[in-house]
């Protein structure tokens, strides 16, 4: 099968230019002005925006979490993360404490295994570093293809491990190539502020940001940042919200460290205003919070210094009834927001339209950055001859609204309903094939294939 894209305006995170696109098979094998080979299908382009297909490094699809599960699967979230532009996620396996590496990820594949709309990898949840699991990093590096390694500094007595078992992953991780992954924020001061609001009876979804402080955050970041440093090992921070967790990042580099930071569309749009609604914002209770203005600004300035290298979603959602556990007390609201098929409408609406970020930026934030930073570039995350032709076109100027009635997550709000959004997927490619049309999906559950990463180092 061959498709030959016309008169699309390319953007990389380099280059901005108007060319055809010749795709045979899986991959792009030509790209140049007025091209001639014969395809099997074409597609116009003219007067919209041809982009690598986004990838959001941050899932948590079919995941158990406080006693539920998300509610996106790998079939639903993967396919709603393609009408999106999203054409590749990463997940998370995550470790049951006491049992191996391996049987986590045997958990996840009955999972994932030809349930998958889209691509898709993994990260390894690390929650007990001991060492037997010590023995298996390296296969998971040199043979799984899974090079990087989540770690909690939160959740005590679920997914969190000390500042020793960090310290000894690190190590490991390091001298087979592989990156940690790091939740930043001080689990034992959130704890104590958790168990203090209950105390008193303060149990209204407000009180789930007021546990989580800014300084929670900015002491993790810290930390983190001085245990990568100590002992080499390439680090990227999930989620990061703040200025103050942004700062100790931007004051690691004066020693010469590079940590590479990942915030989340919702923290660059929303503020924790919305917690004020009762338990109506109970829809965005997730950790860390969302946070004030001043923040937002921060990650927006943070994103074109190049502190903040991608932009994610953290997608783990949960239907109505899931969120009603916490009615009565907001320390049993399952934590989770659903965002994965509104990312790269939100950002570009909310980023290139308003003249926050550049075309360029917005590519290498939402695709090229994680290709590079989590093993998968060339391959994914760029529109060049020999890459995998994962593409989505976009008319930059069509206007559409966000709203639960028209989303194809399973979950049963939105957080941006009634959202106003300039930019709208038209077409997306995966692997040479046309996935999504007209707002209609072309393939179904079994499409999507895992990829297998190469090993980590400073890419960017």
């Given amino acids: 099968m061959s498709i030959l894209i016309k008169n699309g305006r390319i953007i ?23 091209l001639s080979q014969k395809a099997d ?38 396919r709603a993360a393609l009408f999106g532009g999203t054409t590749t996620v990463i997940d998370f396996v995550l470790q049951t404490q006491g049992k191996s590496l391996q049987s986590a990820l045997q958990e996840w594949k009955s999972r994932s295994d030809n349930n998958a709309v889209g691509d898709y990898s993994f990260h390894m ?3 007990d570093f001991n060492e037997e699991t010590k023995k298996e990093i390296r296969h998971f590096i040199e043979n799984e293809g899974i090079t990087s390694f ?28 592989g990156l940690i992954n790091v939740h930043a924020t001080n689990g034992d001061m959130i704890d104590f502020l958790i168990a203090k609001h209950r105390s008193e009876g303060k ?76 338990f109506e914002g109970a829809k965005w209770v997730m950790s860390p919070p969302l946070r004030e203005k001043k923040d937002q600004a921060t990650l927006w300035a943070g994103i074109n210094q190049g502190l903040v290298n991608v932009v994610a979603t953290d997608h783990c959602p949960f239907k109505w009834e899931q969120k009603l556990m916490g009615k009565d007390d907001f320390s049993k609201i399952p934590n989770g927001h659903p965002a994965i098929e509104n990312r790269m409408e939100l950002l570009f609406s909310e980023g290139v339209n308003t003249g926050k970020i550049t075309l360029n930026k917005y590519v290498e934030v939402a695709s090229t950055n994680a290709a590079k930073i989590f093993g998968m570039f060339p391959k994914k995350g760029t529109i060049a001859v ?20 028209t989303h194809h997550m399973n979950v049963d709000y939105s957080g941006y309903e009634g959202w106003e959004v300039k930019g709208k997927v038209k077409t997306v490619l995966l692997r040479g094939k046309v996935v999504i049309d007209n707002n209609e999906c072309k393939v179904s559950k079994g499409y999507g294939q895992f990829v ?9």
Wanted: a negative charge.
């Fill in 12 to 34: 990389t995170a380099s280059d901005d230019y108007l060319a055809d696109v010749f795709i045979e098979g899986e991959i792009i094998s030509a790209i140049g002005k007025d």
């Fill in 41 to 78: 299908q074409v597609i116009d382009a003219n007067g919209k925006l041809v982009m690598p297909g986004g990838i959001d490094p941050h899932v948590h699809l079919d995941m158990p979490f406080m006693g539920t599960y998300s509610s996106d699967n790998y079939e639903t979230g993967t």
């Fill in 125 to 127: 949840a690390v929650t």
């Fill in 150 to 177: 989540k770690t909690f500094m939160a959740y005590k007595g679920a997914l969190m491990i000390d500042d020793k078992q960090m310290i000894g992953l690190m190590q490991e991780v390091k001298k087979y190539g």
């Fill in 203 to 278: 149990l209204a979804p407000i009180y789930h940001y007021l546990s989580q402080p800014e300084v929670t955050e900015a002491e993790a970041s810290g930390r983190f940042a001085d245990m990568a440093n100590y002992t080499g090992c390439p680090g990227y921070i999930v989620h990061l919200t703040c200025e103050g967790a942004l700062n100790a990042v931007r004051n690691a580099t004066t020693r010469n460290q590079h940590i590479f930071v990942e915030t989340c569309i919702q923290y660059l749009i929303l503020d924790a205003s919305l917690y004020e609604q009762n």
């Fill in 386 to 405: 020999g890459s995998d032709a994962d593409i989505l076109i976009m008319d930059p100027n069509e206007m559409h609204t966000l709203s639960a009635g």
């Fill in 452 to 460: 297998k990463r190469n090993k980590v180092g400073s890419n960017i």
